[in-house]
């Protein structure tokens, strides 16, 4: 158990503090919004609720898997998932893997005392899914009150960590007999790597209707296991290091296929980037390192003061390409530049 409290803990400072961001963008540069200079609006009216497997957000922000496994993850969550319930956003959980190791770190993850009310969900990787009958992994989804199930893809992170998996067989059936055996919604969700139209078609043909892209261009997790290796067996794996699809390319992707429900995360940091992810077929956006950056360096009230900014932006974003709601910016003109044209044509 020791193992993982502290591979969690380098994680949370490698994220917070180290250099383990992509060395390519998410490519919403590449995304222009058309500017509407007669939107027939009132910035009052912009309405930027969104209903998200079955619940309201105020915002189609949701607070994206954090951490958990020990007291330091469990301050950050009570604290990141009161600020989700005070303002209308989602909230995801780290992996629950240390859940199974140590049931003793199970109250780590437990927010609903905060958040009785917030689009909660549940994370658990691929290959433990797929080593787990559907009542234990049922067991996890209750012990923390989820409303839906991150079943996480990691193949990139694990094959760099010396004590990763190393066999991933079984995980797509996995997410087929959750998605069939669980009472609540499984989202297929990457971790920086993104989801391929290749991918996108199986799923959706297993049914699984939702998944996070987590794409290429924020946290490179393969940057941050190789923080936490030596450096001969850091030779052996950089060339990894910004493997992965952009997140706008991957939320393309997704919405082409059909899926029901797609969150946008991987190096979304502003309100503008929100909407160009929603204008390219996203529901909602997810938003990790930038959040506890400023959870880190100024507390409750600084995380809400990135947040409150975030929605500013967003709310400008919609007035100026006179989206009066949600659905309206999903429909949008916009214009998808180069590089970001040459991976989606």
Known sequence: MADITNRKHDHLDLAIGGDVGFRKTPMFECVELLHDALPELSLDQIDTSVTILGKVLRAPIIIAAMTGGSARALDINLELASIAE???????????????????????????????????????????????????????????????????????MELVQPEGD??????????????????????????GCGISPNVARRLLDRGILHVDVSGAGGTSWVAVEMERISSEQRDAVQVFRDWGIPTCASVAYCAAVGLVTIIATGGIATGVEIAQAIAMGAHAAGLARPVLKAFHAGGREGAIQFLHRIETELRMAMLLTAAGDIESLRKVERRVLSPLREWII
């Open 86 to 156: 005070e303002f209308g956003y989602g909230f995801g959980v780290g992996s629950q893997r240390a859940m199974l190791v140590n049931p003793d770190v199970a109250h780590s993850y437990s927010v609903r005392s905060v958040a009785p009310t917030t689009l909660l969900l549940g994370n658990l990787g691929g290959v433990q899914a797929s080593k787990l009958d559907s009542k234990a992994v049922a067991n996890l989804v209750r012990e923390v009150g989820a409303d839906g199930l991150c079943i996480h893809l990691n193949p990139a």
């Open 166 to 191: 190393r066999d991933f067989r079984g995980v797509l059936d996995a997410l087929e007999r959750l998605s069939r055996e669980l009472d609540v919604p499984i989202i297929a969700k990457e971790t």
